[in-house]
């Protein structure tokens, strides 16, 4: 269980793909400019990264080693294939609007990286799992990164929210005069609102690391008086 | 005892001499583990594919129709509209550069509008695909932006969806006019001396969509007898 929950905070937190490992920015750069996009190309990897982790977990003792690279390609490219067809078949008016970026999906390293490096050599359960952590991980970076652009960009958020829930409709956060902030809406915003949000989690780890040490020599110099008295 | 013994040859067991693996041997059985993996993968993707087919169609279909939908009222015909159509070969004067397929309403039988297909290209950054409907009196029932990759936020008013003026959109001043109303001098863009708005910062996306649904809106006065006599289903020369 225990296990279960190292694994889930990796993915989520400590080792989070977006902020962290920094790999698969193709889509987290492309996507993110609404919270609506990022977060369903988030759950788009959710599902290929979950079921990609439980398949190669499931078929590793098959899987020769020699030729996993291309098994794990074929894996992950049949899965998102499926993923593809499935969103397209019964979320169709998300998928217009995500479509060109599923297949996308295929060359996200991040997919083959956990893939390699974690459902290879681990069980079914603890797979699954990171797979999925890991792009959760993703989709909330994916998510914040949206909101952040959309708000600056536009002054609403959930711009296309009614392509999935048919009843809801974006939310206008700042004045309707705002004249909206053009460049966080195209790409170099992404990357501007990036290197802020990784500097941010550097500072709060910083942070947290710092307060750990006071404390440690705080302990340390109260076991000295204590030792002295 | 510096000499290290040999160890006894009974102990070590008889192995029988494996066939010497030749590069042949290795791939063929690689690839018959491959071919297994792509055989059992290629079955779950042609499930899916069997088991999607239809929703998809279904909502091809439907976006099809709801698209058609924005420039001719779904009430104002009666025939089955996706199936009465002609095929196009590609036409300059409405900037097709492929086969494209134009829809003819009929209303009780009678010609109500043809829904057809242009594209600018001439935009601010590359092709912009129009959908019109233009009925039989000439009159431009309406045009929307089908795609484009205008710049968002300035050039992408011509897209109804990304237009931010909601109670007035750009696209609809187009609605309901004919070329007798507005004479081909006029159909432009204010800034060239007709009667069309275009927004400051981003006229280019405004007189590329302005001009090419003034020029498809006169070739489907000039063609339109000639579209609604062809038998459907069939390539207009």
């Known amino acids: ?229 | 005892m510096t000499e290290i013994d040999p160890a006894p040859e009974s102990t070590i067991p008889e192995i029988p001499a494996l066939p010497e693996r030749s590069i042949l041997g290795v791939s063929v059985r690689t690839a018959m583990v491959l071919l297994v993996f792509v055989v059992a993968f290629t079955t779950v993707m042609a499930l899916t594919y069997q088991s999607t087919i239809g929703p998809i169609e279904a909502s091809t279909q439907k976006e099809k129709l709801a698209l058609i939908g924005e420039v001719l009222p779904a009430g104002s015909y009666d025939n089955t509209l996706l199936d009465d159509w002609v095929e196009l070969p590609p036409t300059a004067a409405l900037g097709l550069t492929d086969v494209r397929r134009i829809y003819r309403a009929r209303q009780g039988g009678a010609p109500v509008a043809l829904v057809l297909e242009a594209a600018a290209t001439d935009g601010y950054s590359g092709r912009i695909g129009l959908l019109l409907a233009v009925r039989v009196s000439g009159e431009l029932a309406a045009v929307r932006v089908t795609e484009h990759r205008e710049t968002p936020g300035l050039g992408d008013y011509i897209d109804l969806k990304k237009d931010k003026q909601k109670t007035r959109p750009w696209i609809t001043q187009f609605s309901g006019l004919n070329l007798d109303a507005v004479t081909p001098a006029k159909w432009r863009v204010k800034k060239d001396g007709g009667r069309f708005e275009q927004r400051a910062g981003a006229t280019i996306s405004a007189r590329a969509v302005t001009n090419a649904s003034g020029r498809a809106l006169a070739w489907a006065k000039l063609n339109r007898d000639r579209v609604f006599a062809a038998a459907s289903g069939t390539r207009l020369n």
């Open chain 1, 1 to 229: 269980m225990s296990q279960i929950r190292e694994i889930t905070w990796n993915g989520v937190w400590k080792q989070n793909t977006g902020l962290i490992q920094l790999l698969g920015l193709c889509p987290l750069l492309a996507m993110s400019n609404s919270v609506v996009n990022g977060i369903g190309l988030g759950l788009a990897t959710v599902l290929v990264m979950a079921l990609s982790n439980l398949f190669v977990s499931a078929l590793r003792s098959l899987i020769p080693y020699e030729v996993r690279i291309p098994i794990f390609i074929l894996i992950i490219a049949s899965l998102v294939t499926i993923v593809d067809l499935a969103m397209n078949a019964w979320l169709h008016s998300l998928y217009v609007v995500l479509g060109i970026f599923i297949p996308l999906i295929v060359t996200n390293c991040i997919v083959l990286a956990r893939v390699e490096a974690f459902a290879a050599k681990n069980p079914v359960m603890a797979s699954t799992v990171d797979g999925t952590a890991m792009a959760l991980g993703l989709t909330w970076v994916l998510g914040l990164l949206g909101a952040i652009r959309e708000l600056i960009g536009t002054g609403s958020l959930f711009a296309g929210i009614e392509m999935v829930i048919p009843s809801a409709q974006a939310i206008v956060i700042l004045p309707e005069d705002y004249p909206g902030f053009l460049i966080a809406i195209l790409p170099p915003g992404a990357f501007f609102v990036l290197g802020l949000l990784i500097a941010a989690r550097n500072w709060f780890d910083a942070r947290a690391n710092q307060r750990a040490r006071s404390q440690r020599i705080h302990v340390a110099q109260s076991a000295q008086q204590s030792a002295a008295t």
